[in-house]
């Protein structure tokens, strides 16, 4: 009996968010109208009257006030309406009374677009100027994740992602220092958009916990580069000198180095997916469709040492097996609007590689590399930035300085 009451009462509350979807969908839809119709006239008015840039920027941006005015008191006129039936339903409580949302997606063709959403503690109605072709993703605007982002590429990353406008990037590390990082981005930017989470990437309930409170605090995390690694190198099998027994690569430092490299990336993706998947159904959508923007992306870091280097069997099974999941992640993602590819760096000017030694580097690495010079890790992270913004990127990117190692 109470099995059914609750039945019937979730039956109830989702034919009432249907409603709402349908009347929110129809009035933003007048909305939008009016604003592509002025996006279309605005270039052939200012390509003709460059003086009139100026004032007609503000009456724009007065005009996007005002509409976000009105949404925002049909969302309040709403959330008083959705309380008083929820009050009606007797026995069953949604776990999250967490969207009655409309995002009305941009149109390829046109030039601006509306999105409102209500999520439990905040209602968001943003409305974009900004031009977003079908397919591509813009990073200004949207909220990012990046591992490993106390050192390195994983910082280098981080700074480009809030110089490109993202709204937030959520720096992820085991090391604390990710905090002077943040403190730098923040004032640089002049904004509050570096956000710090200090633990361990492969721990599953802190990486639930970041997802978690990036979602209450900003919205959905759309953008991922698990950046954080390890390396753990020596030889497969090395023969004692002096007793002539063989030993084997420690099998913990095997498991160490998949675990943080390999397993610990692919779950921060997945974990993205997810949460990506799950609002796109309440948001009663389906299949992403190519009329849509892309909803998410995913950049794994590879290494030129996927192809194998002497010292690094764990490391380069753990890069290897990036590919293989990236190229699963491709093709199963994609149904829920997120794409996924992997940059191959090479040798890059971070701790990593400074840590095997200057004299190391000049004998087996620099003779061996085009540019004769190690990569500045400012060039993968404009990469990595161009591989999530270019929507016709896909696969791998080798991002080596030309690194051409001998047999
Ligand atoms: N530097 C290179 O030459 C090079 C080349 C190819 C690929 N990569 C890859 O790029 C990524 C970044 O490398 P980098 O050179 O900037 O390294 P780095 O050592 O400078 O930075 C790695 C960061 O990851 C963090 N980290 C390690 N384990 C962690 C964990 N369990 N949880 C949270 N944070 C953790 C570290 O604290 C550090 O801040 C790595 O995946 C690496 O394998 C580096």
Not at 181 to 193: G, P
Not at 355 to 379: M, S, W
């Amino acid at each position: 009996m109470v099995a059914q009451d609750a039945s019937r009462s979730a039956s109830a509350y989702n034919e009432f968010l249907g409603n709402m979807r349908q009347t929110a969908g129809a009035n933003l839809k007048l909305q939008q109208e009016l604003v592509y119709s002025w996006a279309r006239f605005w270039p052939n008015l200012v390509s003709t009257r460059q003086d009139w840039f100026g004032p007609l920027q503000e009456l724009h941006q007065n005009w996007a006030d005002a509409l976000m005015g009105i949404a925002q008191n049909q969302l309040d006129l709403w959330d008083k309406q959705l309380d008083t039936t929820l009050d009606s339903i007797s026995g069953f409580k949604p776990q999250q009374k967490d969207v009655v949302a409309v995002a009305t997606k941009s149109n390829p063709s046109q030039a601006n677009s509306i999105s409102v959403s209500r999520r439990s503690d905040q209602t968001a109605v943003e409305v974009h100027s900004t031009q977003e072709t079908g397919g591509a993703m813009n990073i200004a605007q949207k909220v990012a994740v990046v591992t490993g982002a106390a050192s390195g590429i994983g910082a280098a990353v981080a700074r480009d992602l809030a110089k490109r406008g993202a709204k937030a990037v959520l720096l992820v590390d085991l090391n604390d220092d990710v905090a002077q990082l943040a403190e730098e981005i923040n004032d640089s930017e002049k904004r509050d958009v570096a956000e710090v989470h200090v633990g361990d990437a492969s721990d599953p309930v802190f990486r639930a916990q970041v997802f978690d409170d990036a979602y209450a605090r900003h919205g959905l995390i759309t953008i991922c580069v698990p950046a954080a690694g390890i390396t753990r190198d020596a030889l497969s099998v090395r023969v004692d000198k002096e007793t002539g027994k063989a030993i084997l690569y420690p099998l913990e430092n095997f498991q160490k180095v998949i675990e943080i490299n390999l397993i610990a990336p692919i779950y921060w993706a997945i974990e993205m997916v997810a949460r990506i998947a799950e609002d796109r159904t309440r948001r009663g959508l389906k299949r992403w469709g190519p009329e849509e923007e892309i909803e998410g992306a995913i950049v794994f870091l590879g290494s030129v040492s996927s192809q194998g280097n002497k010292g690094q069997i764990s490391y380069a099974v753990a890069k290897a097996g990036l590919e293989g999941a990236a190229a699963t992640l491709m093709k199963e993602a994609i149904f829920h609007g997120v794409r996924c590819a992997t940059i191959h760096p090479g040798f890059t000017d971070t701790p990593m590689a400074q840590a095997l030694g200057e004299d190391f580097l000049k004998k087996n690495v620099l003779p061996y590399t085009q540019l004769r010079r190690l990569i500045r890790p400012e060039e993968i992270a404009d990469a990595v930035c161009f591989m999530i913004s270019n929507s016709a990127v896909s696969g791998e990117l080798w991002a080596d300085a030309g690194w051409h190692p001998p047999a």
